[in-house]
């Protein structure tokens, strides 16, 4: 027996939104490897995987059809000197609406609604499904004990550097670290701030710790962090790390 598995096939399923672009007057293309254009502006990113013992595709994607540009430029504008990412890099691209380009702005409802339609033209056995009361209790579920986790969002997060400084009533402190799967392996504090004893105590206490705001502060309030710095509380060096 010869068991046909889907595929990855990004173009297959942006398919139906140029499509649509294009009974609008507006010429989008496939582009790259997950990326749909307008005038070589980018529009639209997506993902995919197979799961499900490979029988089944799920597709997601973005559509920015009204979006306030300036907003997601600032957005994704990093300081360099701060964060250092170990992941694979995302190339820039200039972005923009479906808006800008249709003659007449339909609303992102209407351009929704022909989106569906035109899918259903094109596989007939498509049957839009709808979301019941069982299927959102099982969202939330789903939600509570696995995607608002720490360990999901943070657990399983690419290595990252973060250099960081604040100024505060007891000097400028600086801090340098790297995370590994949300931990602080490294750790390395500077400044022009006065101390009171050795940091190397400090330093150690706080390697090994997640790198989450709320768990962080307590591990300073435990460690008595201000007992180490001359006027700066446990409060204000925690924002260092952020």
């Known amino acids: 027996m010869i068991y046909h598995f889907p595929k990855v096939d990004f173009k297959k399923y942006n398919q139906p939104i140029i499509d649509v672009l294009s009974q609008l007057g507006v010429e989008a293309i496939f582009s ?22 490979k ?20 957005a994704l504008n990093v300081n360099p000197l701060k964060f250092e990412g170990k992941a694979r890099k995302s190339v820039k691209s200039r972005v923009t609406n479906i808006s800008n380009h249709l003659k007449e702005d339909i609303g992102v409802e209407k351009f929704g609604e022909r989106v569906l339609i035109h899918i259903t033209h094109l596989y007939p056995d498509a049957i839009p499904y709808e979301i019941n009361a069982f299927d959102k209790a099982a ?86 962090s201000s007992d180490y710095f001359n006027a700066i509380s446990e409060e204000e060096f925690v924002q260092a790390f952020f």
């Not at 089944?56 to 059809?65: I, P």
């Not at 939330?140 to 997060?157: F, V």
């Open 32 to 53: 790259g490897r997950n990326d749909i254009l307008i005038d070589g502006q980018k529009f639209s990113g997506n993902a995919e995987h197979i799961y499900h013992q």
């Open 55 to 74: 029988q089944r595709v799920l597709h997601h994607g973005t559509l920015l059809y009204a979006s306030k540009i300036q907003d997601i430029s600032d």
């Open 139 to 224: 969202i939330q579920k789903l939600a509570d004990e696995k995607y608002s986790q720490w360990n999901w969002n943070y657990g399983y997060s690419p290595n990252y550097g973060l250099k960081n400084g604040i100024k505060t009533p007891g000097g400028f402190v600086e801090v340098h670290f790297n995370v590994e799967k949300g931990i602080i392996t490294d750790l390395e504090i500077f400044g022009d701030f006065f101390v009171n004893k050795d940091l190397q105590p400090l330093i150690k206490g706080l390697i090994g710790r997640e790198h989450q705001k709320e768990k962080l502060l307590a591990v300073l309030q435990d460690l008595k």
